[in-house]
């Protein structure tokens, strides 16, 4: 069993259309990150989300977490095909400061 | 600046065979971690170490073994390979274990090594 789900797996959108992406969970958690990895490449963190309810914002970017800190959504507007990649959420297990657990990610291609 | 650099990137193995990924950091940081990735999977943290030292187990540490002698090197070893440890393996560190991931202390991440074993 996963602990944290992402949807959707796969995701193809043209240039300049928006799109949201979810990463859910049963547990709460005191903060939920999210990476971006691009081919070739190891994973790179974009944010780190703690507060319920939270909204944080990274140019075209939007991150919320849930009111519960059990759900987490990306949001990027107008998407450009420099955002390709792999979307990944990730948070650390109660109890394990030292463990980070990783989402299985979203795939996004943005094309011309 | 040259941050978490691991060898080799690429790295074919026959069953039975022994390796050793290198894993090396010049950020002088105390959290070092190994992860596999495996499509529809996601990362699976393999082991971890919080200092020189000190290494414990993560979820799926069967297979592997690590040492960290210094703060800047943290190798996998895999002591007999077997077709399920095909996979992309990567290394992470971080400053501190409490902010590990946090935005003051995130997760740095290599380039990975990709391992075949037939």
């Known amino acids: 069993t996963q602990l944290l789900e992402q949807s959707p797996q796969f995701l193809s959108i043209q240039e300049g259309e928006n799109l949201t992406v979810y990463c859910n969970s049963s547990?709460?958690?005191?903060?939920l990150q999210w990476y971006r990895q691009e081919p070739g490449e190891g994973p790179v963190l974009l944010v780190t989300?703690?507060?319920?309810?939270e909204v944080k914002k990274l140019k075209r970017l939007t991150f919320q977490f849930g009111d519960a800190r059990k759900d987490s959504s990306l949001h990027i507007t107008a998407a450009q095909p420099g955002d390709t990649g792999l979307y990944l959420c990730?948070?650390?297990?109660?109890?394990?400061?030292?463990?980070?657990?990783f989402g299985t990610g979203t795939r996004l291609q943005v094309t011309l | 600046n040259a941050g978490v650099t691991q060898t080799p990137k690429f790295q074919v193995l026959k069953t039975g065979q022994s390796m050793t990924l290198q894993c090396a950091q010049d950020?002088?940081?105390?959290?070092m971690s190994w992860y596999r990735q495996d499509p529809g999977m996601g990362l699976r943290l393999i082991h971890y170490?919080?200092?020189?030292?000190?290494?414990d187990q993560g979820e799926v540490p069967n297979g592997y073994n690590v040492s960290r002698s210094t703060t800047e090197d943290f190798p996998l070893r895999l002591l007999s390979a077997a077709p399920s440890q095909t996979s992309v393996y990567f290394c992470?560190?971080?400053?501190?274990?409490?902010?590990?991931?946090?935005?003051?202390?995130?997760?740095?991440f290599g380039n990975g090594t990709r391992l075949t074993v037939t």
């Open positions: 547990s709460v958690f005191s903060s």
């Open positions: 992470a560190s971080s400053y501190s274990i409490w902010t590990a991931g946090d935005d003051n202390s995130p997760l740095h």
């Open positions: 170490s919080v200092g020189a030292g000190i290494t």
């Open positions: 989300v703690v507060t319920g309810g």
């Open positions: 990730a948070t650390r297990l109660t109890g394990t400061a030292s463990k980070l657990t």
């Open positions: 950020m002088n940081h105390e959290y």
